[in-house]
């Protein structure tokens, strides 16, 4: 099993959350996050001064799937969050031991 | 119509026009000011304005209001006559104003006051004591304002001397911009001093709300509903709309984009210069008032602060102190007989207008900024001026008031 952390922008939540629908990928949860790049934020100017804002709004999904499940999962949500300018966010894919379904108890693949 | 009798469509215009002032300042000054700072102070900017409000409220029944209008004494003060309003029914006409009620006339006054006062916290939000400002209010109000007003508005010396102040230019926006410069400098500069706004769209709506409650303050400042109310309406509104969008163009010439925040600043400062004026200039005379004034109060933002370094958290003294002395000279420039008996500026042959709105602005100067220093050395020895560092670190509405803004 994998867990998929993305970082993408705000506004394409939407999309990506119907895309994943589509390919039958439903559990996902989602925190609104702050955070860089290697860009190091934007400018944003008040009263005529510049002031670098070096930490955006960004959104986070964390998405457990099976192996055999991940690519299509990782290639649906660059499919929909990319739109080729900066900003677009990243994603981490890691290797999850054991998930247990608390309601029932079971455990591993079937509780994904 | 008889001059010194009850005139019922004065009396109402007043009743409106003291309520759209009230609006200036709460909500108006406290959401243009709460918007602008980070979002850890904005219950704490806007209880400044709110309390602010009702401490001039009650003092200004209770012998303000007396001091500052009552029977001249010697050009100087009121005589403090009928304290606690005593003595006054509904029936009494307000001496200055003998076409309508006293009562009205002392609350229209009274909302002047307390805007005056309110607009001061912004150049201090983010480090002030609360316990501190609870205490400036009213001693400012009685030691500043009461006999500012007095002199220009009761029947004092500046206004027997011939200066020109149709709603406030000195009395109110020169008044509360030096005291504000002052209580900043002596307060030091916050730990964070970057002004990135945390809710601009409160300050929109807080803009458009002053903007609203400007028409009661100056067509207000009439006295009376007809033609030189009418008059002082439409050059308020001009003169607004062309601060604003004069800053938009040096916003545009300096950067490139136009940002709301230069609009809505812009605005202002076209409501603060037009405010000594309104009463007196024609409508050109206000669009040029207008138009002008927002390259002052940026030139004062941008290049003045940061070379001279003291921190005036939201500007307070760029656009209350500038553009209400820029409105103080135009008034002595651009006044016109025609419009008001009253003023003769220099452009209709009256040098000597200019001599006195100098001598008006010197005298608000030098009494709002030693006052306000004393008031500052005063309480910074008792109860002390600044919070703590790590009350500001964690931001004013926890530190002081034990709640927060946004529970999101």
Known sequence: MKEITAIIRPDKLEEVKNALAEIQCKGVTVTEVKGRGRQLGVTESYRGRDYKVDLLPKTRLEIIVNNKDADDVIDTIVKTAQTGDIGDGKIFISPVDDVVRIRTGERGEKAV | MDPTALNSGDTAWMLMSTALVMLMTV??????????????????????SLIAFAITSVIWVIYAYQLAFGTDVGGLIGNGANLFFNGITSATLAPLAPTIPITIYAAFELVFAAITVALISGAVVGRMKFKAWLVFVPLWITIVYVPISHWVWGGGWLAKLGALDFAGGTVVHLDCGIAALVLCIYLGSRKDVRLLPHNLGYSVIGAALLWFGWFGFNAGSALTAGGLASSAFLATNTATAAGMISWMIIDIIKTGKPTVLG???????????????????????????????????????????PRFGYDDSLDVFAVHGISGLWGALATGLFAAPFINSLGVGLFYGNPMQMVWQLIDIGTVVVWSGGWTLVLAFVLDKTIGLRVEPEEEREGLDISLHEESGYRI
């Open chain 2, 27 to 48: 909500p108006g000054v406290a959401l243009y000011y709460g918007g602008l700072v980070k979002k850890e102070n904005v219950l704490n900017t806007l209880f400044m």
């Open chain 2, 263 to 305: 609009a809505i600043t812009g605005a202002v400062c076209g409501l603060v210069a037009i405010t000594p004026a309104c009463g007196f200039v024609t409508v050109t005379g206000a669009l040029i008032i207008g138009f002008a004034t927002s390259f002052f109060s940026y030139y004062a933002m941008t290049w003045l602060k």
